[in-house]
């Protein structure tokens, strides 16, 4: 089983704070950890010093990988800082294209 995990000490919520499953809106000084166990990211945070975990709203998210999600993980804290109830940013997705042969776009049937 692969995992990792993300912990950023000492994130001030901005204005509006984040939207946790637990207790609503939290805002101040926050830990923020993020744990991704295969495909799956979870984020938590937590007044920093203190001993109990809120899920961010919109926890758990689909995350394809470990590098992807440090990525998120960082996007989650720039939600945080963000402020306005946050909740956990929907991870960056990769739109498939069609293309056509020899690496040129498929021409347009309405045309």
């Known amino acids: 089983m692969n995992w990792a995990s993300w ?3 000492g994130v001030f919520a901005g204005t509006g704070g984040v939207r946790t499953e637990e ?3 939290v805002s101040g000084d926050l830990t923020v950890h993020t744990t ?5 990211a979870e984020v938590a ?4 010093g ?4 809120f899920t961010l ?7 394809p990988s470990e590098e992807a999600s440090r990525s998120f ?3 989650v804290v720039e939600a945080v800082r963000a402020g306005g109830g946050a909740t956990v940013p929907v991870p960056h997705t990769v739109e498939m294209t069609s293309v056509g042969t020899r690496g040129q776009p498929p021409a347009n049937p309405s045309t």
Not at 45 to 48: A, D, L, Y
Not at 50 to 53: K, R, V
């Open 57 to 63: 709203a919109g926890s758990p998210v689909p995350c």
């Open 50 to 53: 203190a001993s109990d975990w």
């Open 36 to 40: 991704w166990t295969e495909g799956q």
């Open 7 to 9: 912990t950023t000490l």
């Open 23 to 25: 207790v609503g809106v």
């Open 45 to 48: 945070v937590q007044f920093s």
């Open 73 to 75: 993980h960082q996007s």
